[in-house]
């Protein structure tokens, strides 16, 4: 059996290997040559004889269950569908193709009959056909559970399943039901079992008209585990034993001549294997590892045989506890109602394949033989990667698509992309959205919340076949994302930032999501600045006016000294230069805006007489303004200016202005430097404490405005156009924080 998680349910379609005997259909038939058992390794050149008899083990597949005249294995991505479901008789005959019924699976109990159910979880059957692969040009017994209240439980013959029915008075009850010809199913209970039982399950091999079932009894909110061992041929349970688990929701049971057993967990303990000897109810506990990895294990005779993809099957008697190697690895197994058990792995010179393994009479360590050549696919190759050398998300929709080919589509792959600056990483499994070799990511340009920043990227693709050979391979590529500027980005990753000062002196940065969500601008991180910022009088947000790529501020303390903090691009600033003194004469300063159509940031600041001055960026960090040119005059009226970039469409930066009585009016810059005649854009703007002229907050190529006040915050997105400039848009930003900041920037 194989085993992942202790997770509820894990009898599915896949990972349950529920195997049959034929009772009532005379003895077992006795095994093929290739199936005699060998003790040791075979010697060289006899397993290359040998493996020109053997059957070839479908690549790619997986082993569920094993009878006396072949296996039947089950393979997740057939490049033939009709291979999805395949029994492989040991003699050399043809394979034959089982038809999985839709939204179905798969059951069988250590013998030859297969079960095909309507259900994806086998204790949900209630319709199924039986298969006998002993014959497999015979008709399939169709049996109906349904109209008897029943669910499947277990295989027990070409006619007849263990199946629980729900009695009249709503209990659970334990019956063989058998189909013969068109007669209506006859059932006969199991008597013996505890009168609360229910959920009955079993993935045990029943061995000779004996099955080991499990169920759950006892008082509602405290219902236990308990297990059964049943003689289906006298009609009486022989052995019954108390367990943790029900077995329901946690699909595994094991029984030998000798032995019981079942999977348990325990935290710190993890996956282990509880045994009880049947004849002196001895309890042993067997470690196996993670729940994580992918165990297989089953008894065979006394000795309990486990192992995992990347560790060796081993086999450890549960009389003695020696401990005897049986193969290098193992990817799938099952039990065969013989006491026997296939595995599918690799063991030395034999290679890889299915091995049978058999406990031989009086004591002697367990005898592996191959039984089928596992015939390998060509080694996975990555043929194809299609990465762009570059992409600016905002002309690609925010996304970039990244394409490969492979030599194979059976395959996953990994993706990682590593922020060279940073080392910041994005991963995500990738697989093919059409089935084929073709493999592609579409990556929305984000590190979780984040927008992830400009910059290059490594793009490591690890792919690896699902049947894991030729273990992983790796190709790497590289990709530079960009976006247009954006004068409030100061993390370089295209979004706008805010900035706050709370009433400590902190400063604190919010990251805006660079596009709505839902029509909301919504933040993506909140990150605190450093303190000791209330020693300004008013900071400001720039743009860059340094020739970085980043926004830059700047800062006015109280001895009227302006101050130049440069962005770093990591959403930090550089220590602060002085820029100069003498600026204490301004009452506003205003920036962030390009106003004489120069590609720079430029500054404007009002005095006490209301004249308004122009201070054009020259680029340069340690002069970063030319000499003032005044504006205008009678700008006292306005309580508040915003320089806002070009947002009426016209030939440079913009500014909006706030009278006394709250009116917003618009100036259109006229790529001078200075500005045409205003024009009102509305009143009630007095309950806004802050405006920002925020830069490309919704990503649609024009700069739009924050308005803050304390009874809400909002965002004014540009029209365009100079009669309607801005439509409002909701935002997370500061919600119920109306008094925590004394300036928003």
Do not use: C
Request: glycine share 14%; hydrophobic share 40%; no cysteine.
């Amino acid at each position: 059996m194989q085993y992942r998680t202790a997770g509820a349910r894990l009898a599915s379609a896949v990972t349950a290997v529920l195997a049959v005997t034929a009772l009532g259909a005379g003895t077992l038939a006795t095994a093929p040559a290739a199936f005699a058992a060998t003790s040791g390794a075979t010697a060289p050149g006899a397993a290359a004889a040998q493996a020109d008899a053997l059957p070839a083990f479908p690549t790619g597949a997986s082993v569920t269950a094993t009878g006396p005249s072949g296996f039947l294995t089950y393979d997740s991505y057939p490049s033939d569908p009709s291979r999805e479901l395949l029994w492989t008789p040991y003699d050399g005959g043809a394979p034959t193709s089982l038809p999985r019924p839709e939204g179905g699976a798969w059951a069988a109990s250590g013998g030859d009959v297969v079960a095909l159910g309507d259900a994806g979880f086998v204790s949900e059957f209630r319709k199924l056909t039986l298969r006998n692969m002993a014959e497999p040009a015979a008709p399939g017994v169709d049996l109906g559970l349904g109209a008897l209240g029943g669910n499947y439980v277990a295989v027990l013959g070409p006619k007849s399943v263990l199946a629980q029915i729900t009695d009249a008075d709503g209990g659970a009850e334990l019956h063989v039901v058998t189909k013969d010809g068109s007669a209506a199913p006859t059932t006969r209970k199991v008597p013996g079992l505890p009168a609360d039982a229910t959920h009955f399950f079993t993935n045990a091999p029943v061995r000779n008209g004996i099955a080991f079932v499990a169920y759950e009894t006892g008082p509602a909110g405290a219902r236990k585990g308990g297990r059964a061992v049943i003689d289906l041929q006298q009609n009486k349970v022989l052995e019954t034993y108390g367990a943790t688990e029900s077995g329901y929701g946690f699909s595994t049971q094991l029984i030998s001549d000798t032995h019981v057993a079942w999977l348990d967990w325990r935290s710190g303990t993890g996956m282990f294997i509880t045994s009880v000897d049947r004849k002196t109810r001895v309890v042993k506990e067997t470690v196996l590892g993670s729940r994580e990895d992918s165990w297989h294990t089953e008894l065979v005779g006394d000795w309990l045989v486990y192992g995992a993809p990347d560790s060796a099957v081993t086999a450890v008697s549960l009389t003695d506890g020696r401990r005897h190697a049986v193969a290098d690895s193992a990817t799938g197994s099952a039990s065969a109602a013989d006491g026997s058990m296939v595995l599918t792995g690799a063991r030395g010179q034999d290679g890889d394949g299915l091995f049978r393994i058999v406990a031989p009479a009086g004591g002697g360590a367990p005898t592996v033989t191959k039984v089928a050549d596992m015939v390998l696919p060509d080694p996975l190759t990555i043929d194809r990667a299609d990465i762009p050398a570059s992409v600016n998300l905002d002309r690609t929709g925010g996304e970039v698509r990244l394409d490969w080919t492979l030599s194979r589509s059976d395959a996953y792959m990994f993706v990682t992309l590593t922020h060279v600056a940073t080392g910041r990483e994005y991963q995500q499994y990738v697989h093919s959205p059409t089935g084929d070799e073709n493999f592609s990511l579409t990556w929305d340009g984000h590190f979780g919340d984040l927008d992830a920043p400009n910059g290059a990227y490594t793009v490591l693709a690890e792919a690896e076949s699902l049947d894991g050979v030729g273990g992983r391979v790796s190709r790497t590529g590289q990709l530079t994302l960009a976006r247009d500027p954006n004068p409030h980005d100061y993390t370089n990753n295209g979004s706008t930032d805010i900035l706050a000062r709370d009433a400590a002196g902190v400063l604190w940065r919010d990251d805006l999501r660079d596009r709505p969500l839902m029509g909301q601008v919504t933040t993506a991180q909140r990150t605190r600045i450093g303190a000791g910022w209330n020693t300004y009088k008013q900071i400001e947000a720039v743009g860059s006016i340094a020739g970085a790529a980043h926004g830059d501020l700047v800062a006015l303390d109280g001895a009227g000294v302006l101050w130049h903090y440069l962005g770093k691009g990591d959403g930090t600033f550089t220590a602060r230069t002085k820029v100069g003194g003498g600026w204490q004469n301004y009452t506003r300063l205003t920036g962030g805006s390009d106003l004489d159509a120069d590609g720079r940031s430029d500054l404007l600041a009002t005095d006490a007489a209301g004249a308004l001055w122009f201070y054009k960026g020259t680029g340069s960090a340690t002069k970063p303004f030319a000499t003032r040119v005044k504006v205008g005059g009678g700008w006292q009226v306005y309580n508040q200016l915003t320089a806002v970039g070009n947002i009426a469409g016209t030939a440079a930066g913009d500014l909006v202005a706030r009278d006394k009585d709250g009116v917003l009016w618009l100036y259109q810059g006229n790529g001078r430097g200075g500005f045409g005649g205003r024009v009102q854009i509305g009143g009630g703007w007095g309950a806004f404490s802050h405006l920002v002229g925020a830069g490309d907050v919704d990503n649609d190529g024009r700069p739009d405005l924050v308005a803050h006040g304390r009874n809400g915050t909002y965002v004014y997105k540009s029209t365009g156009t100079a009669n309607r400039p801005f439509t409002r848009l909701t935002t997370d930003l500061y919600a119920g924080e109306g008094s925590t900041f004394g300036q928003v920037v």
